[in-house]
């Protein structure tokens, strides 16, 4: 599956951005799909996750409260919204696919995915 991710940009702190990761070639049924976020020196983070077939949403910490994961199954895009952003949230961020339906605690793991999007940059600051 192709995914194309989009919807970055800069902001200032406390602002929103909703990202869309949108997939081509194959649907997201019976796949995971998740947000990574890679800031410059730094490695590549696991941001959150929905499992498709179950409406599944998973978060890392930092971003429990202000991000939330959503589907639209019709158009086949998964959204990541992005509220009270900090300068630390600024990075790229990239959507990916598993091949399969991962068990919830692989979902955290860059190798549970095999089809990468190709990033889209957030910059959060005044």
Same mark, same amino acid.
């Given at each position: 599956?192709? #995914?194309?991710?989009?919807?970055?940009? +800069?902001?200032?702190?406390?602002?929103?951005? *909703?990202?869309?990761?949108?997939? &081509?070639? /194959?649907?997201? &049924?019976?796949?995971?799909?998740?947000?990574? *976020?890679?800031?410059?020196?730094? @490695?590549?983070?696991?941001?959150?996750?929905? /499992? +498709?077939?179950?409406? &599944?949403?998973?978060?890392?910490?930092?971003?429990?409260? *202000?991000?939330?994961?959503?589907?639209?199954?019709?158009?086949?895009?998964?959204? #990541?919204?992005?509220?009270?952003?900090? %300068? @630390?949230?600024?990075?790229?961020?990239?959507?990916?696919?598993?091949?399969?339906? %991962?068990?919830? &605690?692989? #979902? +955290?793991? %860059?190798?549970?995915?095999?089809?990468?999007?190709?990033?889209?940059?957030?910059?959060?600051?005044?």
């Amino acid at each position: 599956v192709q #995914l194309q991710a989009s919807g970055g940009g +800069w902001v200032q702190p406390g602002g929103s951005l *909703r990202l869309s990761c949108a997939a &081509s070639g /194959r649907t997201f &049924s019976n796949r995971a799909v998740a947000w990574f *976020r890679q800031a410059p020196g730094k @490695e590549r983070e696991f941001v959150s996750a929905i /499992r +498709w077939t179950e409406n &599944s949403k998973h978060y890392t910490d930092s971003v429990k409260g *202000r991000f939330t994961i959503s589907r639209d199954i019709g158009k086949n895009t998964v959204y #990541l919204q992005m509220n009270s952003l900090k %300068p @630390e949230d600024t990075a790229i961020y990239y959507c990916a696919a598993s091949e399969g339906r %991962p068990i919830v &605690s692989m #979902l +955290w793991n %860059p190798g549970t995915y095999t089809d990468w999007g190709q990033g889209t940059q957030v910059t959060v600051s005044s």
